[in-house]
Nanobody, 117 residues
Framework: QVQLVESGGGLVQPGGSLRLSCAAS????????MSWVRQAPGKGLEWVSA????????LYTGSVKGRFTISRDNAKNTLSLQMTSLKPDDTAVYYC??????????WGQGTQVTVSS
């Protein structure tokens, strides 16, 4: 069955960096766009970034552009999100999700990122 397992979250000071990973299994990872979506405390889901199946195209929401970098390793079935210059507003649970036909059909369990001094 399809599984997405995130890791790499934690507590970091403002201005710090974290690298999130998502291990994918149960499907042909290289055939799908993948996304990172986050949910801040008390708020709704917010799309953060997406990458096409072959790593040729990447997309970012405006608030993270220039600070976050999405990447993937199709040989290892792994999606990553390198986050730098982190701000308290980046505090959220971060999910990786599989894109299919304009919607997210599978989600991971999420990993908590807390940016605080």
């Amino acid at each position: 069955q399809v599984q997405l397992v995130e890791s790499g979250g934690g507590l970091v000071q403002p201005g710090g960096s974290l690298r999130l990973s998502c291990a994918a299994s149960g499907f042909t990872f290289s055939s799908y766009w993948m996304s990172w979506v986050r949910q801040a405390p008390g708020k709704g889901l917010e799309w953060v970034s997406a990458i096409d199946s072959g790593s040729g195209e990447t997309l970012y929401t405006g608030s993270v552009k220039g600070r976050f970098t999405i990447s993937r390793d199709n040989a290892k079935n792994t999606l990553s999100l390198q986050m730098t210059s982190l701000k308290p507003d980046d505090t959220a649970v971060y999910y990786c999700a599989r894109d299919y036909a304009g919607r997210y059909d599978y989600w991971g369990q999420g990993t908590q990122v807390t940016v605080s001094s």
